[in-house]
């Protein structure tokens, strides 16, 4: 669950991810990426939403995009991947990944139910919360700026 | 292994480049960002050269923990030359994510020497470095520059490091690392214009490697728990000139390491967050760091600054009384480049 409002882009979870996932500081490799637009207030940190009917999936070549069963999450199958990138393309939120060096489709992972990144957040803008929960606590949110306390 | 990194040695007057390995005694005596820049500044520099003689150098440098899990990433870049009008050691710090996009385009410092015969502007891209032409935007300013500099290389994540314009008169001139991070810099400014260089650009995807990131993490994850603000009681007995020369000291150890300037607050001899530092460094580079060795570094590090500006024909009062600690550490970057 992100707080764009809560993003100061300082791209600590870009690195955090890479070291963990990859163990080399490599933004370019990492799950999460922070769309930043300079001078403007704001970012917005970018990953896998997991779709219910993922457009990555439906455009795989290869069939390398599947859900696993186990948890439910949409992960995609290194050894089939060919690298066409077009499940990056198509992904409407931009939360799919591309490996630069080995070719390969990246997703976020959520690290086994503990993501890294939300660890490591300094300001709390990217939070672990279970999806029909946070439906709710954003309506919350919204509704909050309209009727202050 | 972690370490050592490059630093390239750029002559805009002949075009050569030359990519070197940044030796471990440099490394670690001085770390790398701003103090590297200065050990450099001082060894490369010639003594009498004339204020506008393309032999004087511009060097930018990375922290150490740029683009490394240190906290809010470390991006910050420093940049050393010899200041055209003063004569003394520049040394300006500017925020935002160049230093790190320096790092992950495989270079930790970039010595610049040498007038390109017409206005350029180097172009850094992984582990590449070229001269192109800065004719069309030389007259722009610095975030104008950026723009055009960013739409030429179609690279919309490319950092730009650029130098305003002076308009007629003694205007000042600004150094701007992106939208938000500009910092006047006159001298620094005149000197990097001197060169006819109007603006770096770096983009890199290049890794930086880790040498054990489960324990970088790891520190990174108690550096960011414990915050304690430091007590404005507990400072206000010392003794104001220590103070100062301390703060010095451990500015220059922050601008080596490349974190935010905000981290001084949270970092001081007395506090657990020292040690802490000194074990991220180890887990991140491999170089062994105890807590008492890195506030000696900050000193051997501004100290380095101070005989530039002592040998330069500076000698305050002042600056003499701030000035203690070892004198001389050898050379350990070869004079010729």
Same mark, same amino acid.
């Given at each position: ?8 882009g %300082?791209k600590l ?8 996932k990859?163990?080399?500081s =490599? ?16 970012a ?6 997991? %779709? ?16 696993e ?7 995609? =199958?290194?050894?089939l ?5 077009g499940?990056?393309?198509v992904?409407p ?9 080995e070719?390969?489709?990246l997703?976020? =992972?959520? %690290? ?9 957040c ?5 939070r672990?919360? =279970? ?13 909050r ?5 | 292994?972690?370490?050592?990194r ?18 471990? *005694? ?5 770390? /790398? ?21 393309? /032999?004087?150098?511009?060097v ?5 923990l ?11 870049i ?25 790092r992950?385009a ?6 610049i ?5 017409g *206005?350029?502007?180097l ?33 919309d994540?490319?950092q ?11 205007t ?17 400014g ?37 915050s304690?603000l430091?007590?404005a009681?507990?400072?206000?007995g ?14 220059a ?48 590090i ?10 330069e ?11 203690? /600690? ?7 970057w070869?004079?010729?480049?």
């Amino acid at each position: 669950m992100i707080d764009s409002e809560r993003c100061i882009g %300082c791209k600590l979870c870009e690195v955090v991810c890479s070291v963990k996932k990859e163990r080399v500081s =490599d933004p370019s490799r990492s799950r999460i990426h922070v769309l930043f637009w300079e001078g403007e207030a704001g970012a917005l940190p970018v990953f896998c939403q997991h %779709c219910e009917e993922p457009l990555c999936a439906l455009v795989c070549p290869v069939n390398a995009v599947k859900r696993e069963e186990s948890t439910g999450l949409i992960i995609p =199958d290194r050894e089939l991947c060919v690298g066409c990138g077009g499940c990056v393309s198509v992904c409407p939120l931009y939360g799919a990944g591309f490996d630069g060096i080995e070719k390969k489709a990246l997703r976020c =992972d959520l %690290c086994q139910g503990d993501p890294t990144c939300v660890k490591y957040c300094p300001t709390g803008a990217i939070r672990f919360a =279970d999806r029909d929960q946070s439906q709710i606590d954003k309506k919350r949110a919204a509704a909050r700026k309209l009727y202050p306390r | 292994m972690a370490l050592p990194r490059k630093a390239a040695f750029v002559d805009l007057g002949s075009g050569r480049v030359e990519v070197r390995e940044i030796p471990r *005694p440099l490394r670690e005596s001085f770390l /790398g960002g701003r103090g590297i820049d200065m050990h450099l500044l001082y060894h490369l520099t010639e003594t009498n050269l004339d204020t506008w003689d393309p /032999g004087n150098i511009l060097v930018l440098g990375a922290g150490v923990l740029a683009g490394t899990p240190a906290p809010l990433a470390a991006g910050a870049i420093h940049i050393g030359g010899r200041l055209p009008l003063t004569g003394l050691a520049g040394s300006l710090i500017l925020g935002g994510f160049f230093g790190a996009e320096l790092r992950f385009a495989g270079f930790d410092h970039l010595v610049i020497r040498g007038r390109a015969e017409g *206005p350029v502007y180097l172009s850094v891209q992984d582990g590449k470095i070229e001269t192109c032409d800065a004719a069309p935007f030389w007259d722009e300013d610095s975030l104008g520059a950026q723009g055009v500099i960013r739409d030429t290389l179609g690279e919309d994540n490319a950092q730009v490091l650029s130098v305003g314009t002076p308009g007629d008169g003694p205007t000042p001139l600004e150094l701007r690392a992106d939208a938000v991070h500009c910092r006047e810099a006159s001298e620094l400014g005149l000197l990097m214009k001197s060169k006819n260089l109007k603006a770096v650009a770096v983009r890199g995807t290049m890794p930086i490697e880790i040498e054990d990131p489960d324990k970088a993490l790891r520190c990174l994850g108690e550096l960011m728990v414990h915050s304690p603000l430091p007590d404005a009681a507990d400072q206000s007995g010392r003794d104001i000139i220590q103070k100062i020369y301390e703060d010095e000291c451990l500015q220059a150890l922050i601008d080596s390491l490349g974190i935010m300037k905000c981290s001084s607050d949270l970092l001081s001899p007395e506090m657990q967050q020292w040690e802490l530092y000194g074990l991220l460094l180890e887990a991140v580079t491999g170089l062994r760091c105890r807590p008492s060795e890195l506030m000696r570094t900050g000193e051997r590090i501004f100290n380095q600054e101070q005989l530039f500006n002592i040998r330069e024909g500076f000698t305050g009062a002042q600056r003499e009384r701030l000035f203690k /600690g070892h004198f001389f550490w050898g050379e350990l970057w070869p004079k010729s480049w």
